[in-house]
């Protein structure tokens, strides 16, 4: 069964397990179908900005292979932060709640590039926003990519899933910290002031980190279940 458990270990489903054969089945199918995705994703590790032909011919947001990157990191980061939520308590070892974080991550990062957009709009002009987006986008796939062997071991090296929890938990954080430092980067070379850049931060990237954690919070056992 999906749901079954390997012993009593609630990390170690069979569910998950599938879940991670599905991603590096994805993953082979990018490799033969789009490879050129690697490189654009190199350039987001080492590169402080995009360059304009990066920006020019090689991203498109309507591109299917990288919305299936893009989403299939939404999958690997959910499956990550419920694997930090078993692990400390937060969560019960049930796959909806796997699905439901699944979902959010998915909605919220959705609902970042559409508000970026909606921002161009409003205010008739790009302001770094465009390769911002991009950023934000592949940044996000580089942290799945870099959170897949460390979900994979949580599922099947148990005595050391505190250290691993500590490094995945320590990619996101550096990632973000990144993704902020770029984004001051590309405002402030647009010609944004320091403040703007610093309220749109707030709007885009911690108003959605609040509603992670808050809906974590509703969906944590009762403190009497944890004793």
Known sequence: MMGTLRGTDPLSTDWSIVVLLLVVGYLAWTNLNAPRKWRLLWETVERVRISRRSM???INLNDRS????????????????YQVGVYFGALRPRWDHFAELALLLMVLAAGQV????????????????QEYTYNLVLGQ???GL???????LVVGWSPWRQVLVIV???????VHLVRWVRALVIGRGAGLPTGHIFLYLCAT???????????LQRSAPPA???L
């Open 146 to 152: 870099a959170l897949l062997p460390v979900s994979v």
């Open 141 to 143: 796939v580089v942290t």
């Open 224 to 226: 009497s279940q944890l």
């Open 66 to 81: 990288l919305i299936g990157l893009w989403i299939m990191a939404g999958v690997i980061m959910a499956l990550f932060l």
């Open 114 to 129: 559409v508000v970026q957009r909606l921002t161009g709009w409003l205010f008739k002009g790009d302001g770094g926003l």
């Open 56 to 58: 020019r011919e090689d």
């Open 205 to 215: 990237e911690i108003l959605p980190l609040a509603i992670l954690i808050r809906t």
């Open 168 to 174: 995945g938990l320590a990619i996101i954080l550096l």
